[in-house]
Nanobody, 124 residues
Framework: VQLQAFGGGLVQARDSLRLSCVLS????????VAWFRQTPVKEREFAAA????????YYADSVKGRFMISRDNAKNTVYLQINSLKPEDTAIYYC??????????????????WGQGTEVTVSS
């Protein structure tokens, strides 16, 4: 299984951006797929995920209302729509796949396949 994330870039504050994560070697319906983000000064932080058992979306409290995770099963792709971007959203965004239990969807340790990351830089 391989994951490829793309769609990052340099944007202005209050812009929107859509990140894509393409899974190959299997089907996204077999996995919970999550987005995490990391900066040089912060540990990897959970942003959003689809639960593997129920397909429900989960969000970190810090991004609720601005981030939206979606999926296209036919394209084996999971998206992360980020609206009203803020400078503090600047990070490398990683997608990951695994089979975490519902109570652990926010734990990076539950995901065993990771993409290479796509960098988002938000200027003020």
């Amino acid at each position: 299984v391989q994951l490829q994330a793309f769609g990052g870039g340099l944007v202005q504050a209050r812009d929107s951006l859509r990140l894509s994560c393409v899974l190959s070697g299997s089907t996204i319906r077999s996995y919970g797929v999550a987005w995490f983000r990391q900066t040089p000064v912060k540990e990897r932080e959970f942003a959003a995920a689809f639960g593997v058992s129920n397909g429900y979306p989960y969000y970190a409290d810090s991004v609720k209302g601005r981030f939206m995770i979606s999926r296209d099963n036919a394209k084996n792709t999971v998206y992360l729509q980020i609206n009203s971007l803020k400078p503090e959203d600047t990070a490398i965004y990683y997608c990951a796949a695994g089979r975490p239990i519902t109570s652990a969807v926010q734990s990076a340790d539950m995901y065993y396949y990771w993409g290479q990351g796509t960098e988002v830089t938000v200027s003020s």
